[in-house]
Nanobody, 122 residues
């Protein structure tokens, strides 16, 4: 499974970005997730969604600002990020769950994309 994340870039504080993850047909029955890793920090969970687009779940730090969605017909998962702050600066990675449901646990994911860099300037 190849996961291709895109949509990162440089944005000012308060701005928005929409990330995309091309997941491939083999991911259509799996939960998907977004994680991020900032320089010098461990990877952390951001958002997850189940196989059918239900049960979205978010890290507390992004609740109310980020929205995860998926288009199963396009085999693509999205992360809409609003009201960005410098603390959101990181490489964002999409991942495919081993299960139909989503998960906040990195160990529940069997495939990872290469990531896309999001930089938020102050």
């Amino acid at each position: 499974v190849q996961l291709q994340a895109s949509g990162g870039g440089l944005v000012q504080t308060g701005g928005s970005l929409k990330l995309s993850c091309a997941a491939g047909r083999t991911s259509s029955n799996n939960g998907m997730g977004w994680f991020r890793q900032a320089p010098g920090k461990e990877r952390e969970f951001v958002a997850t969604i189940s196989w059918n687009g239900g049960a979205p779940n978010y890290a507390e730090s992004v609740k109310g600002r980020f929205t995860i969605s998926r288009d199963r017909a396009k085999n693509t998962v999205y992360l809409q990020m609003n009201n960005l702050s410098p603390e959101d600066t990181a490489v964002y990675l999409c991942a495919k769950s081993r299960y139909a449901s989503g998960s906040s646990e990195a160990g529940h994911y069997s495939a990872w994309g290469q990531g896309t860099l999001v930089t938020v300037s102050s």
